[in-house]
């Protein structure tokens, strides 16, 4: 089965007797209509458009589900390899690499994390970072989870006493959902979009100025062209977690960042220099680095 909730991709949508999905936090979600979805996959040479038919669509969906049975129909090979899943083109190249988190295989999109550096160069806008404390404690179950006491807690006056909690607890199956709805909410409340193609960017655009957001699990990166923006950002996001924020953008999901003189440069020697120490790979040597020049 493949849903996805952008009523954009879809064409000739009809009505339909309607399918429930039950999501992993227990909703039921009903989808009406299905229709002909026109999907476009990124590759490393072209772009391949791809049609599939009789798909549902969602809006209640935060993001597209992709089903894996629909791409290899189309020549679209997908290889499970222990945490990851591998999307392969008809030519052999590598569209994605999806790595399994939580259970969930998130879809990895490197060229979103350079474009992004590479629009704070070419706007020579400065990077900044924040770092959510607890994430998971933010978020709020529709429904609760009852928890035993700690020993010498669980009895009062010869009762048994159990904790009823709403809050996404590292672990359970949905906390990953709900913490990324929390924020995901947030954001959109504080007038920022989400991108259709790319769920971890967000932009907000009033006239001439913008900032821009990207988040990976409880680490953002932003940049604007607008000290007030920035400003505005930092001061919702303290009020509604505890975050702490970094003057300058240094790591991100694996990558070093250095910003000097309008340029920025990622690179990856601790990561290169971590693997050839644990690997003994004492005769490597190193690539040279990313360049965005502004």
Not at 51 to 76: A, C, H, N, Q, W
Request: proline share 3%; glycine share 6%; aromatic share 10%.
């Amino acid at each position: 089965m493949h849903l996805d909730p952008n009523e954009n991709f879809f064409t000739g949508l009809r009505d339909h007797e309607g399918a429930q999905i039950e999501t992993s936090n227990g909703d039921i979600i009903k989808a009406n209509q299905v229709g002909t979805l026109k999907a476009r996959l990124l590759g490393s040479q072209d772009d391949i458009s791809i049609s599939m038919e009789d798909i549902f669509y969602v809006p209640e969906l935060p993001m597209g589900l992709i089903s894996v049975g629909r791409l290899t129909d189309k020549g679209i090979q997908v290889n499970f390899k222990h945490v990851k899943a591998i999307i392969i083109d008809r030519d052999g190249s590598i569209l994605y690499e999806a790595h399994k988190r939580d259970g969930v295989y998130i879809i990895h999109m490197e060229h979103t994390v350079r474009v992004f550096f590479a629009t704070g160069a070419q706007y020579g806008t400065h990077l900044k970072q924040a770092d959510i404390s607890t994430p998971f404690l933010y978020g709020r179950k529709k429904k609760p989870v009852y928890l035993e006491l700690p020993a010498g807690h669980s009895k009062r006056d010869g009762q048994r006493y159990v904790w009823e909690s709403y809050t996404a607890i590292y672990g359970l199956d949905d906390a990953s959902q709900v913490r990324n709805t929390t924020l995901d909410e947030h954001l959109r409340s504080k007038g920022f979009e989400q991108c259709q193609d790319e769920p971890c960017l967000y932009k907000k655009v009033i006239r001439d100025k913008w900032i821009l957001v990207i988040v990976y699990v409880d680490n953002m990166a932003y940049t604007s062209n607008d000290p007030d923006l920035l400003e505005e950002f930092e001061e919702k996001m303290r009020k509604r977690f505890k975050t702490k924020f970094c003057e300058d953008s240094k790591r991100f999901i694996g990558y070093q960042v250095v910003q000097d003189q309008g340029r920025i440069f990622l690179h990856q020697k601790e990561y290169i220099t971590k693997i050839s120490e644990t690997f003994e790979l004492i005769h490597m040597t190193y690539g040279r680095e990313t360049h965005f020049i502004r």
